[in-house]
């Protein structure tokens, strides 16, 4: 008699995967495969991707423009648009291998640019190029008809498509690269499709996204978000959450323990019992940044040119686990995950939900550094290198 075996699927949703050197050593990319290819069952082979940070350091002062093409007359039209637009540095079809598994895929290429600013307007505009980026993203998603900007942060990219982990990491040479910083994604969609602009990471500038959950407030953030002039057309609900930690971190300046409390807040009775300073700010945030709160069961990894953060939603509906050894932190769905590259950390422990692991790199580590945490805040344990956030400061 014969029996039908089924392969196990994680019902808890996607797998994450994050590593990052906080003395900014590059790490091989063959660890962020490992990581995430552990996770396989927690995939339908719908999609999976990488985010890299530090893979041009020779274009490092340029915007990394990854273009996802259907057609060649679709990247044809990116590439007048960006004749005009900006400043060419260099160009190049992005390396991929042929795999058995993947048919037809999308035509991918790079673009090494600046902001073109006219004139007297150049040196008044300086400190606007990310809004001119932005600006040139959302216009190429909503207006280039079969185009779509895959990443377009300085000295990082994401790769990403239809397939299982191992599929995509051949397709795209993952073990080919070196970065300071790597995510990556394993997805098993639920409510929205799976093609191969939908796959995570999502970004916007040098802000990557992974997502493991549903977004049921996906509605309500969309229409915030387009308040500021941001559109959602990737049919993925992960989409606004990188665009709201651009909003809420870049435009209006908030730290990152703040952005975490507006997107994954605590609830009223929480708020209620707060103490008066701290129950103040927390009930302006909720009035202020209402449509920018998070609602559904999640787990995300964020990263930027500088740091890695791991956030759960505030009932922890979604495993999250974090590592450290050295000057090397990890995070990822599974345990297991992490001790496959790490077999003996030197700490481990699964995050409390709502309060995010923040890890920056060393100052001066890498060019182009950011930081966007507030200054030696008390909850904060400061390791000789990097920061965990075990109770976000106010």
């Not at 808890?12 to 995967?17: D, I, R, W």
């Not at 396989?40 to 999976?48: D, K, T, V, Y």
């Not at 960006?82 to 260099?90: A, D, E, Q, V």
């Not at 509906?317 to 990890?330: E, S």
Request: proline share 7%; net charge negative.
């Amino acid at each position: 008699m014969w029996h039908l075996v089924l392969k196990n699927k994680e019902m808890s949703g996607c797998g994450l995967a994050g590593i990052i050197h906080t003395k900014g050593e590059l790490l091989p990319g063959e660890l962020i495969i490992k990581s995430i290819c552990l996770q396989e069952e927690r995939g339908n082979g719908l999609g999976a991707g990488f985010a890299a940070y530090g893979i041009y350091p020779e274009y490092k002062d340029f915007y990394a423009f990854h273009i996802m093409a259907e057609s060649k007359e679709a990247l044809e039209r990116v590439e007048d648009f960006l004749s005009h637009r900006t400043f060419l540095g260099y160009q190049e079809p992005i390396p991929t291998r042929k795999v058995k598994t993947i048919k037809n895929p999308p035509l991918f290429k790079r673009y090494f640019v600046k902001p073109k600013f006219e004139g007297e307007l150049a040196e008044a505009c300086e400190d606007f190029e990310d809004d001119y980026i932005v600006n040139l993203v959302m216009e190429i998603n909503e207006k280039i008809e079969g185009a779509y900007v895959v990443s377009s942060g300085k000295n990082m990219g994401a790769f990403k498509g239809v397939g299982y982990p191992d599929e995509i990491a051949e397709f795209f040479r993952i073990d080919e690269y070196k970065a300071y910083i790597w995510t990556a994604h394993n997805r098993f969609p639920t409510n929205t499709p799976g093609w191969w602009g939908g796959a995570h990471p999502f970004t916007i500038l040098d802000w990557s996204i992974v997502h493991n959950g549903e977004i049921s407030s996906y509605g309500t953030n969309r229409r915030y978000l387009e308040l500021f002039g941001y559109k959602c057309t990737l049919l993925t609900d992960t989409e606004v959450v990188a665009y709201i930690l651009d909003l809420l971190i870049r435009k209006h300046g908030l730290p990152i323990q703040v952005a975490c409390k507006v997107m994954a807040p605590p609830f009223w009775m929480e708020i209620d019992e707060a103490p008066p300073e701290e129950k103040e700010l927390l009930t302006a945030l909720r009035m202020v940044y209402g449509g920018a709160m998070l609602n559904g069961p999640f787990a995300i990894l964020f990263a930027y040119n500088g740091g890695l953060v791991g956030l759960n939603d505030r009932v922890k509906l979604r495993p999250l686990y974090a590592a450290r050894k050295g000057d090397v932190y990890y995070m990822a769905s599974e345990e297991a995950a992490i001790r496959v590259v790490c077999p003996d950390p030197e700490e481990v422990w699964a995050p409390k939900a709502g309060e995010p692991v923040i890890v920056e790199m060393k100052p001066g580590s890498i060019p182009n550094q950011k930081s966007y945490l507030k200054p030696r805040p008390r909850e904060v344990e400061e390791h000789e290198l990097g920061i965990r956030c075990k109770h976000p400061a106010l």
